[in-house]
């Protein structure tokens, strides 16, 4: 397999967890360049489910290399966590799971101040943050005030550790919230130092050796493109860049070295939190995608709001991020529906907008334009490969392609590795 970037073209939650889960197992190295654990891959194999917030999909199967890329901010604590919860299904990360130098860390007075701020913000004016301090982490990678993994590997850390949470104390009264234990937590990270310290390598170098051994190189992100921190509809987006180009600034890969883009997308639409979402159906349409696709976060538990497929954003996926072959997920989840409705176009303020505004306010008053094709009221769950699906799912399934751009190159037809069609990947 050539070096891919996998990325999310809606507004996270396509099911990329799954997606790269198949990929890997044509990839010899699967590098997760951006986000952090407010965001999780769900893969189900063999019967058994894991949600990986942290480690890249990868470690699932055996021999693979994992890296946790420097775009990446990463909670120790959670990471630990998550190192022994695959321990404890059999699954060993020491040798194979390497975490950049250059990771930002995401700390408990991160998230102690994403909880405080996003408490005090009014009705009306609060973000949707998952409250697991992504978004302090990477205001003081941009300020230059965080901390990187390698400085886990310094004797000064238990001092760096003290001057951040005496900072943090100080933002936290303006903001009527309690104050820190700097000892406590002192304590904390130097034990979470201890265990981390065998994983800590410069991944640049690693990165390299690889792709020049001619080994294939799988980059994975986390969110979707709705929901980046340039590109999405902000000021309702996570800190961070989900698209294409966020890959190579998180890993320290070249864009000479990458050679295709795959977009996850579902056939239909969801969102989680706060923000704009012009397809989004409040009645049973709503309900029934949300039932059927079990549509729940699987890092916080929230329901995610549900609508339509909309072309407007797909489109808009396929120009920022260039991609090339689509991976479409949860058609089974459409089964039952006897009309199925497609956003081509928007409505906004009497004319017709074939792309996506940059005003999230301008996004808001958006009016969905629909064409509508007949459903196809068969299971799809059990088919095994294109020929197999129903005539008016594939036409569905290729109108969506055929709006969107690119080509297709999976589709899922239910949430385990095997219900997967390869189609030209």
Sequence with gaps: MANTILIGSQWGDEGKGKIIDVMTAQADMIVRYQGGSNAGHTVIAEGEKRVLRLVPSGILHEGKICVIGNGVVMNPLDLI????????????????LFISTRTQMVMLYHRALDRADEAARPVGKKIGTTGRGIG?????????TGLRCGDMLVPEFPDMIREQVAETNVKLAHLNAEPLDAEELVRTYTEAAEALKPYIV????LIHEADRAGKSILLEGAQGTMLDIDFGTYPFVTSSNPTS?????????SPRRIDRVVGVIKTYTTRVGEGPFPTEDFGEIGRTLA?????????????????????VVARYAQQINGVDLWAMTK???????????????????????????????ELARCKPIYETMPGWLEETSNVTSWDQLPEKAKAYVSRLVELSGGKLGILSVGPARESTLRIAL
């Design 81 to 96: 966590e998550e190192i022994r919860m695959l321990r404890s299904t059999g699954i060993e990360c020491r040798g194979r």
């Design 136 to 144: 302090p982490a990477y205001a003081a990678k941009v300020s230059r």
């Design 202 to 205: 410069d991944t640049v170098p």
């Design 245 to 253: 180009g966020g890959a190579c600034i998180g890993s320290g890969l």
């Design 291 to 311: 039932e059927r696709g079990h549509e729940f976060g699987a890092v916080t538990g929230r329901p995610r709001r549900c609508g339509w497929f909309d072309a």
């Design 331 to 361: 058609l089974d989840v459409m089964d039952t529906l006897p009309e199925i409705k497609i956003c081509v176009a928007y409505e906004l303020d009497g004319r017709r907008i074939e792309t996506v505004p940059a005003s999230a306010k």
